[in-house]
């Protein structure tokens, strides 16, 4: 799979690793070396191969995207959450359906 991410705030953004942590939907995190740096306003792409073995028309709800970042200085985690559908040949297409960043460490 791969997604068109865009840095929209005036900050810039690093993006450090990613996984996808479904059992359904599934890649281990790696780590994006180099980090993926994107500028206040610029895109990048993200590639990342997914173990997949669904048939044409599974629908799987609540798949992650997760991404490592570093926004300006600080480190976050960016959430998102996918729909993802196997087409007529059994391959996974996306829908965004919320993306959340939590700072790492909030909770604490």
Known sequence: MAWQITNESDRPLQ?????????????PERALE???SLRPGESGRLDLRAAWHE??????ENTFVILRALWGDEP?????????TADSQGAPANT???ITAHPIGFSR
């Not at 990613?18 to 599934?26: D, T």
């Not at 048939?55 to 799987?60: E, K, L, M, Q, S």
């Open 96 to 98: 965004i359906e919320l």
């Open 34 to 36: 180099p980090p993926m």
């Open 76 to 84: 976050w985690r960016l959430l998102v959450r996918l729909l993802i």
């Open 15 to 27: 993006l450090l690793a990613a996984w996808l942590p479904h059992g359904r939907f599934r890649a």
């Open 55 to 60: 048939a044409p028309g599974t629908v799987v």
